[in-house]
T-cell receptor, first 116, second 112 residues
Framework: DQQVKQNSPSLSVQEGRISILNCDYT??????FLWYKKYPAEGPTFLIS?????DKNEDGRFTVFLNKSAKHLSLHIVPSQPGDSAVYFC???????????????FGSGTQLTVLP | NAGVTQTPKFQVLKTGQSMTLQCAQD?????MYWYRQDPGMGLRLIYY???????DKGEVPNGYNVSRLNKREFSLRLESAAPSQTSVYFC???????????FGSGTRLTVV
């Protein structure tokens, strides 16, 4: 049972326009959410995160929105640039017991292509 | 540059062979992880180590073993490789709070 779902395997957007990537989760215990970007032949790199106590977090061109009641988060990229073309993974985690590690549960990813 | 280093980058194994994937981090992180990435499946956790001296199973541990050699190093061993273990393997590390992972560049493993 996938606890984190990215239902769109791919998305194409024109340069300069907004890219919106979506993610749904089922586990109500998740309290921290992250987006990672991955280029071919490289490891995922951290992009932006949001705690469940917030509903929005912004970092430059990237904004993550969290709707807890709908168990949905989205990543907005404005304006989109060709260099943003990559696979974007949504991830979620829950509080860990003392001395234990937070585990990230990942979605299946969305390939974003920004067309020049 | 500080980060997570994985070796080898590529490997081809025959069914039944064994191998160890190596991972080292120099960020003084307590926690380390091994994930595999398969098409349409995202990244799935194989094993993790919250801190030196501890290891725990993740979502897909069957067919793998791990060793947390010291704070810096966390290795993944395939005792008897199977074609189903063909995948890209990523090692990651984080502070104990786990607010964000740093990933290595991956090992592409093919089992024929």
């Amino acid at each position: 049972d996938q606890q984190v779902k990215q239902n769109s395997p791919s998305l194409s957007v024109q340069e300069g326009r907004i890219s919106i990537l979506n993610c749904d989760y089922t586990n109500s215990m998740f309290d921290y959410f992250l987006w990672y970007k991955k280029y071919p032949a490289e490891g995922p790199t951290f992009l932006i995160s949001i705690s469940s106590i917030k509903d929005k977090n912004e970092d430059g061109r990237f904004t993550v929105f969290l709707n807890k009641s709908a168990k949905h988060l989205s990543l907005h990229i404005v304006p989109s640039q060709p260099g943003d073309s990559a696979v974007y993974f949504c991830a979620a985690s829950r509080s860990a017991s003392s001395g234990s590690a937070r585990q990230l549960t990942f979605g299946s990813g969305t390939q974003l292509t920004v067309l020049p | 540059n500080a980060g997570v280093t994985q070796t080898p980058k590529f490997q081809v194994l025959k069914t039944g062979q064994s191998m160890t994937l190596q991972c080292a981090q120099d960020m003084n992180h307590n926690s380390m992880y091994w994930y595999r990435q398969d098409p349409g499946m995202g990244l799935r956790l194989i094993y993790y180590s919250a801190s030196e001296g501890t290891t725990d199973k993740g979502e897909v541990p069957n067919g793998y073993n791990v060793s947390r050699l010291n704070k810096r190093e966390f290795s993944l061993r395939l005792e008897s490789a199977a074609p189903s273990q063909t995948s890209v393997y990523f090692c990651a590390s984080s502070a104990l709070s786990g607010s964000g992972y740093t990933f290595g560049s991956g090992t592409r493993l093919t089992v024929v």
